[in-house]
């Protein structure tokens, strides 16, 4: 086999072993909706950098973490 493949067929191994109780805890936690949320946040990100005339990695990052941090506040609310 090719290196490139084992290193893909490895690396997407150990996303597989890291995403199952990973997705386990959100569901348990019910925040099955809080990556869901912060991705489409991040087509947000990705806008406001290209109208702002930004990086839009800068905007994703800005966008993420302003969205993330007001889904932690409305939690604690709850």
Same mark, same amino acid.
Do not use: K
């Given at each position: 086999?090719?290196?490139?493949?084992?290193?893909?067929?490895?690396?997407?191994?150990?996303?597989?072993?890291?995403?199952?109780?990973? @997705?386990?805890?959100?569901?348990?936690?019910?925040?099955?909706?809080? @990556?869901?949320?912060?991705?489409?946040? @991040?087509?947000?990100?990705?806008?406001?950098?290209?109208?702002?005339?930004?990086?839009?990695?800068? @905007?994703?990052?800005?966008?993420?973490?302003?969205?993330?941090?007001?889904?932690?506040?409305?939690?604690?609310?709850?």
């Amino acid at each position: 086999m090719d290196d490139f493949l084992i290193r893909a067929l490895l690396g997407g191994l150990g996303v597989a072993l890291a995403a199952g109780p990973l @997705g386990a805890f959100i569901v348990w936690r019910r925040m099955a909706y809080f @990556g869901d949320t912060l991705a489409h946040s @991040g087509l947000l990100g990705v806008m406001l950098g290209i109208v702002l005339n930004v990086n839009p990695e800068v @905007g994703v990052v800005a966008t993420c973490l302003t969205v993330a941090l007001a889904l932690v506040l409305l939690q604690r609310q709850r």
